[in-house]
C-alpha cells in the first residue's frame, strides 16, 4: 500500500516537471513577444521618468520639552508652597504629550486652520489652500462650472462661515495631504525626537506648509496648555488693581478725614473715628494688595513654565531635496511589468488552447 502511495507521489512530481519544462519551451519559443513587451514597458518607464515631477520634502524636527521637570522653577514653586499658594503645574501635559500631539498635527482641525494661512506667491499674498488649488490646476475645471467659478480661500477667513462646498474642498485637500504628503513620525524610540515631513511637487509648497503647520499647532498648544495659567494670572490683575484703588482711596479718605480734623478739640473723639477707619482699611489693603503681587508673580512664573511648546532643532532650508523618478528605474520597473504581464497573457492563451477553461 505504501509503495503505491510513493510510486503515486513519484507520477506526479514527474508530471509537473513535464508540465514546468513544456511551460519552459512554450515561453522560449514566444521569446519575441516577450522581448518586444519589455522592450516597450522600458520605453515607456523611460518616458514616465522624464513627466513625472520630482517630489520636494520639507523637514522639520522638534523635541517635545519635559513637563515633569521643573528646573530653575523649583525654588520659586517651594515658595508658593510655603505660602499655601496654589500655583504649581497646571496639569494637562498628557494631553499633548508624545503620540497625542503627532497626532494634533495630522487633525483635519490643524490642517485646515494651516490651509487659511496667507504665504506670498509671485507678490500676492494668498492662503496656503488657494496655493495648493492653482498648483493642481483646478481652476481651469471650476470656470467651466458656476458652483466653483465663485469660490475663493482668503488668508485668515473665517472658517465658520464656509459654504458646505467649501468644507467639501478642504476635505479633500486635507484627505489628499493626510495620505500622500503629511508625515508625523519619531525617527528613534530612544529619544523624543519627531520630524515633521511634507512632500509635494512644488518645493515652495512642501517648505510653507511645512513652517506653517508648525507655527500652527505651536499656537493652539500654547493656548490650550496654558489657558488655565493665563486666566488665573489675568484674575490676579483683576483683583490687584481693584485693590490697588481701594488703597488709594482709603489713603486719599485718611488724608481728608485728617485735614478734618486738625486741631480738633481732644474731648470730640468721635469725630475722629472715619480717620480711625481709614487707617484699618490702608492697613487690611496694604496686606491684601502685598500677598495679591506675590501671588500675580508666581502666576507669572507658572506661566511661563506651561507656555513652552516644542524645541526646533533644524527647519527646512531652500533648496529642498529632491526625489526624482530616474530614468534607469524607469526602465527596469517598466520592462519587467511589461514582461511579467506578457508571461501572464502568454500563460492565459496556453491555458484557453488547451481548453483547460472551457
Known amino acids: ?42 520605453g515607456l518607464g523611460i518616458v514616465y521618468s522624464y513627466i513625472k515631477k520630482p517630489i520636494y520634502t520639507a523637514t522639520l524636527s522638534y523635541v517635545l520639552e519635559d513637563e515633569n521637570s521643573n528646573g530653575g522653577l523649583g525654588g520659586a514653586l517651594s515658595l ?25 498635527f495630522k487633525s483635519r482641525n490643524m490642517v485646515e486652520k494651516t490651509l487659511l494661512m ?9 492662503s496656503l489652500a488657494e496655493m495648493y488649488i492653482q498648483i493642481n490646476k483646478w481652476r481651469d475645471v471650476w470656470n467651466t462650472q458656476p458652483k466653483y467659478k465663485t469660490i475663493q480661500f482668503l488668508p485668515t ?6 459654504t458646505r462646498v467649501q468644507d ?27 520630524s515633521i515631513e511634507v512632500a509635494s511637487g512644488n518645493e515652495l509648497f512642501s517648505f510653507y506648509f511645512c513652517e506653517a503647520l508648525a507655527k500652527q499647532v505651536g499656537k493652539f498648544y500654547i493656548e490650550t496648555k496654558s489657558k488655565k495659567a493665563r486666566t488665573n494670572m489675568e484674575i490676579l490683575y483683576r483683583q490687584t488693581d481693584s485693590i490697588r484703588r481701594e488703597l488709594n482711596g482709603a489713603i486719599h479718605g485718611m488724608a481728608v478725614a485728617n485735614d478734618n ?27 491684601i494688595l502685598a500677598e495679591l503681587v506675590k501671588q500675580s508673580e508666581l502666576a507669572k512664573i507658572t506661566l511661563r513654565k506651561e507656555t513652552p511648546l516644542i524645541q526646533v532643532i ?21 520592462g519587467f511589468l511589461a514582461v511579467f504581464i506578457s508571461l501572464i497573457f502568454l500563460l492565459f492563451k496556453k491555458l484557453f488552447s488547451e481548453g483547460t477553461f472551457k
Open 80 to 104: 508658593a508652597g510655603t505660602l499655601g499658594l496654589g500655583v504649581g503645574s497646571n496639569g494637562g501635559g498628557g494631553v499633548f504629550s508624545g503620540s497625542n500631539l503627532t497626532e494634533l
Open 168 to 194: 467639501s474642498i478642504l476635505g479633500v485637500i486635507y484627505s489628499n495631504l493626510s495620505k500622500s504628503s503629511l508625515s508625523i513620525e519619531q525617527k528613534d524610540k530612544k529619544t523624543a525626537i519627531t
Open 157 to 162: 477667513s473665517d472658517r465658520k462661515k464656509f
Open 118 to 126: 496667507p504665504v506670498k506667491v509671485e507678490g500676492k499674498e494668498i
Open 1 to 42: 500500500m505504501e509503495n503505491t502511495a510513493t510510486e503515486s507521489d513519484e507520477l506526479l512530481f514527474k508530471d509537473v516537471l513535464e508540465k514546468v519544462k513544456q511551460l519552459i519551451v512554450y515561453f522560449f519559443n514566444h521569446w519575441k513577444i516577450i522581448f518586444i513587451a519589455g522592450f516597450i514597458g522600458g
Open 261 to 287: 480734623t486738625f486741631m480738633l478739640n481732644p474731648a470730640h473723639n468721635v469725630q475722629r473715628a472715619p480717620s480711625s477707619r481709614r487707617q484699618v482699611d490702608i492697613q487690611t489693603n496694604t496686606a
Open 314 to 334: 533644524d527647519r527646512p532650508i531652500l533648496p529642498l531635496p529632491k526625489e526624482k523618478f530616474g530614468k534607469t528605474k524607469g526602465l527596469l520597473i517598466g
